[in-house]
């Protein structure tokens, strides 16, 4: 799997951000399959609320990174959320 976009905060920490538009089961399983297999931790997946996650037998929920789900477009601003969130989570842990 080769990352759509490498993102670097300006505190030094460093995501990559997966693009999820295709629709077809087969691509959809191979996708999720290579981000399990991946073990990647900084790994953040945006995902189409147009693709039927179901028809390919799959659940978001069971992904290892942090999903962004977008319908249209993907906006900076969620991306930017996610980020913010998972800064909160590290220094609460």
């Not at 995501?15 to 999820?20: A, D, G, N, Q, T």
């Not at 959809?28 to 945006?46: D, E, P, R, Y």
């Amino acid at each position: 799997m080769i990352p759509d976009f490498r993102l670097v905060h300006p505190d030094g920490r460093d995501y990559i951000l997966e693009i999820v538009g295709y629709w077809r089961p087969e691509y959809l399983q191979k996708k999720f399959a290579q981000v399990h297999k991946s073990g990647c931790k900084n790994l953040i997946l945006a995902i189409s609320e147009r693709l039927n996650l179901d028809k390919a037998g799959l659940n978001a929920n069971d992904l290892p990174c942090e999903v962004i789900w977008f319908k249209d477009k993907l906006l900076p601003k969620s991306v930017l959320e996610v980020i913010d969130a998972i800064k909160r989570v590290e220094i609460d842990s």
